[in-house]
Each structure stands twice: as C-alpha cells, then as structure tokens.
C-alpha cells in the first residue's frame, strides 16, 4: 500500500506531545504529520478569527522533535500592499524558514502575499488555501498546474468528483491535499463570503459575525454530523479509493474546536481501531490535559 501524508489544521501540542503512542497504535502507511499554526491576532490571518494562542517557539520545538513540517496560516484574502510589512507576520515567516530539518510552509489566499513572501521567504513552502473555495474544477486544476504551490485544497465539494480527479497526472495528483472532515453545509452558497467576513475581523474591521444559513447551524460542529457529509472522507475511503487512484495528501480541519474533539478526529484517522480505546484512556487519564 501507498504511503500518505496527514495535515493537522489545530493548535493542540498536548494532544500530539503526550502520551507516547507506540508505533503499533498507528494506522500504518502514514508517512508525514504535518502541524498548521495559527497566531492570534494576526493580520495576514484568515479561515478562523482569533485562534492560535500556542507559543510559537514550542510549537518549532515540538515539530522539529517529532520531524514535524509546520505552516502557518496565512489565508487572508483581503490583504493590501500596506499590510505586508506587518512585524509580527514577518518575524513568524522568519522563524519558520530558518529552522528544523523539515521544510515549513505557509497555507495563503492572496496572490499579492504568496508573491512577498516568494520573494522574501524562499526557503518557506506554499499552499493553496481552501478558503478560495474553488468549487470549479477547471479553477482548481489552473490552480493545480500553477507551480508557486507545492499543495492545493480544493472545495470539500470536488472531494468526490472520481472521473475528473482520476485524469490528473500523477505531478497533479502529488499536489493535491483532500479536506477530509468538514462539516460545512454541503450546499453553501455563502463559504466565500463567510471567509471574507473572517478576513476583514483579523483587519480590525469591527463587523458582526457571518450569518450561516445552513439548516443545522445552531448544533455547530459535530464529528457524527461531518461523517454524514457528502464530502467527507473515512479512514476506509483513503486506503480503498484515493491511495489506489494515487492521492496521498489529506487534511483534518479542528482549529477552534477543543482538545477532546480534535482527540477524536485522532483516534479515528491515526489510530488503530483495536487501539483506540487504550490511547483515549491514556489521555484522559492524564492530569496535564485540559480536554473540556
């Protein structure tokens, strides 16, 4: 069988620091955990306003011990020229180029920024953001093709659209990384604008908070409701359909959601399921976790 990587979009270091899991806990085949940061209060900031208060020198050490990649993300669409001399966006950029023997990344939306930070930041590597919901498969393969990225999120919209994904190359394939669990209402028309909104709070501009109209909104997220989405991809869908069509890039989304849920999300895509019970009651026994 294929090998794969996993991207982890949460700022959780607890959860991935301890306890020790034995390497005959985990899912075989997993080749790379990668570990997204999020700074509070930063201006290049976009997907979720606010989070990220993980120190940035433990989240380098923690990484570098595991032989972690780590990306910062920096999704905001709106940016404007004035904004890409912000000190502490860039002395984040900084940091993670100059360390560890993995390479680091930057997740972006705007084209001006991937641009600065091409130009200022060579050794840092760049991903497509999600948030420019590229629900279009022609939009996403011109993205695909664009070679500024070494990955691309698509839409979760495009995660089941086999006929088309299927005609990429194999370079194509190697690029694309598959937003496994999102919750989102799967006919959304309002996901752009939702990110806008996040976009201009990280700005400072004091607007109310995106409305969502989804018919489920109140509940939030919940893992049982983002298994149910038609977009989601199990731990059976990796190892049956995308790792023999040759897809080895995914992605678990969790920033915001707390500990016990990223624990869960885990468990079921990380963690043997003979195993998991012993893991879950290693953390929970662990007085060092704040999991609620």
């Known amino acids: 069988m294929s090998m794969y990587g996993l991207s982890i979009n949460f700022c959780c270091c607890s959860i991935i620091k301890t306890p020790p899991i034995f390497d005959r806990y985990i899912v075989p085949n997993i080749d790379g955990i990668i570990y997204f940061f999020s700074a509070l209060d930063c201006l290049w900031g976009g997907g979720r306003a606010g989070f990220g208060s993980d120190n940035p020198e433990e989240v380098l050490k923690l990484t570098q011990e595991y032989g972690i990649s780590a990306r910062l993300t920096f999704s905001n669409s ?8 912000d000190k502490k966006c860039n002395i984040l950029c900084k940091m993670f180029e100059e360390v560890g023997e993995k390479r680091n990344g930057v997740i972006v939306h705007s084209d001006l920024l ?8 060579p050794k840092l590597y760049f991903v497509s953001s999600t948030t420019k919901v ?11 093709k664009k070679e500024d990225f070494r990955y691309v999120v698509p839409d979760f919209r495009l995660n089941k659209a086999f006929d088309k994904l299927n005609m990429l190359s194999e370079q194509e394939k190697n690029k694309v990384e598959f937003l496994c669990n999102e919750c ?8 752009k604008q939702c990110y806008e909104i996040v976009s201009r709070k990280n700005l400072g501009e004091m607007i109310p908070d995106h409305k969502c109209n989804s018919p489920d909104a109140k509940e939030g997220y919940r893992f049982s409701k983002a298994m149910k989405n038609p977009g989601f991809i199990s731990a059976n869908d990796i190892k049956k359909i995308y790792l023999p069509m040759g897809f080895e890039n995914f992605k678990i989304e969790g920033r915001g959601l707390g500990s016990a849920l990223v ?3 885990l468990l079921y895509y990380m963690v043997k399921p003979e195993y998991q019970i012993c893991v879950r009651e290693e953390v929970y026994l662990d007085n060092m976790l704040d999991l609620f």
């Open 78 to 85: 709106l940016l404007r020229k004035e904004h890409l001399t």
């Open 184 to 191: 989102c209402w799967f006919g959304c028309k309002d996901r």
């Open 263 to 265: 624990l869960e999300f």
């Open 134 to 144: 590229l629900t279009d498969f022609n939009e996403f393969l011109q993205e695909v």
């Open 114 to 121: 991937l641009k600065y930070l091409e130009t200022n930041y």
